[in-house]
């Protein structure tokens, strides 16, 4: 697996919170990160431009609190998204205020954005860019991300079409970076089948990722959480 040093042992599930539109914010990306799972959200759901300090500075507080009190638990690092296009006229004012805040993950959408790699990895964050094909997969390998999420057949937002079984295989053979899988994953047996692709992380969207986090944990044994034990350890199930 190709996880980087900043997961390795920071998260409860192998999984990655996806940003949503207008729904995340910090609430829920500190309760993602608290549960272990990496909590993520658009830049610019921060509305105005100003909030987007105000908000990562509270998750920044929070979670910095949560772990001195909670010495013992796994707490996931968060990650911003940035939407490159021309219509996003604060994606550079909003990254230097990533900068800022050293904010470990940057997740970019849509262009492979060189300047936000070097920006991110400037201060050591990590940037993983979403990918519909190879095609992309390559631009964005090209300008240095850390790794791939690839947006496959049944994923929301800007939607792939693509197998998952095609397009892991194909990237697999030639990325060395973290691969994250997206595309209709909604419980623990989706999880282990994309790692079993070849996937590092599952990427899936917050209902669906609360669900399937609590139902793995609090399930009686079996052979599917005896396996995904074995590559992200739980929490004793409670009671």
Request: hydrophobic letters at 45%.
């Amino acid at each position: 697996m190709a996880l980087p040093t900043l997961l390795k042992d920071s998260l409860e599930l192998p999984v990655v919170g996806s940003p949503l539109f207008i729904v995340s914010g910090p609430e829920l990306v500190i309760a993602q990160c608290k549960a272990g799972v990496v909590g993520s959200f658009p830049a610019l759901n921060a509305r105005p431009v100003e909030k987007l300090d105000e908000w990562l500075s509270r998750i920044e507080d929070e979670l910095g609190e949560y772990r001195a009190l909670n010495p013992g638990k796994k707490v996931a690092p968060y990650a911003v998204n940035q939407i490159c296009h021309a219509s996003n006229d604060r994606l550079m004012q909003d990254m230097e205020t990533c900068v800022k805040h050293r904010v470990p993950i940057i997740i970019t959408s849509l262009r492979p954005p060189a300047e936000i790699v070097d920006a991110a990895h400037s201060y050591g964050g990590l940037v993983f860019h979403d990918v519909i094909n190879v095609k992309h997969a390559r631009k964005a390998a090209e300008q240095g991300v850390d790794g791939l999420i690839l947006v496959c057949a049944g994923a929301g937002g800007h939607a792939g079409t693509l197998s998952p079984f095609a397009l892991v295989r194909e990237v697999k053979q030639w990325f060395g970076g973290t691969i994250l899988l997206s595309g209709a994953i909604s419980d623990g047996f989706a999880i282990a089948s994309a790692l079993t692709l070849g996937a590092d992380l599952a990427y899936m969207s917050t209902p669906t990722c609360s669900r399937a986090c609590t139902a793995i944990i609090s399930a009686p044994p079996s052979p599917l959480r005896a396996w995904i034990r074995t590559i992200c350890p739980l929490p004793t199930r409670p009671g």
